[in-house]
Nanobody
Framework: QVQLVESGGGSVQAGGSLRLSCAASGSILSINAMGWYRQAPGKQRELVGAISVGGRPNYADSVKGRFSISRDNAKNTVYLQMNNLKPEDTAAYYC???????????????WGQGTQVTVSS
């Protein structure tokens, strides 16, 4: 069984920083892309950023220049460094990974449980 466990959310004032972590564990054979999504109340879940197994990142336009995504393949962990946070960044942040688990016929999408980020003005 595969699990994604997030940590690092919290409350911060505008202009502040937070760092999210997400560790994948379980019977994992391989991980392709990993990334972060967010969902604010009343809105659809949206991609924040993703990173390929080779380390190439891509970001939503709304976070470019402020957020940075990275990963440690040896630890099956993805990180999201969030700087210059704005109130509109307030949302539940979800980790995502494309994982080939032991015994599975192909890669599947896995999700973390979500961690809340609240930015006050």
């Amino acid at each position: 069984q595969v699990q994604l466990v997030e940590s690092g959310g919290g409350s911060v004032q505008a202009g502040g920083s937070l760092r999210l972590s997400c560790a994948a564990s379980g019977s994992i054979l391989s991980i392709n892309a990993m990334g972060w999504y967010r969902q604010a109340p009343g809105k659809q879940r949206e991609l924040v950023g993703a990173i390929s197994v080779g380390g190439r990142p891509n970001y939503a336009d709304s976070v470019k220049g402020r957020f940075s995504i990275s990963r440690d393949n040896a630890k099956n962990t993805v990180y999201l460094q969030m700087n210059n946070l704005k109130p509109e960044d307030t949302a539940a942040y979800y980790c995502h990974a494309d994982i080939l688990a032991g015994g599975a016929p192909r890669f599947y999408d896995y999700w973390g449980q979500g961690t809340q980020v609240t930015v006050s003005s």
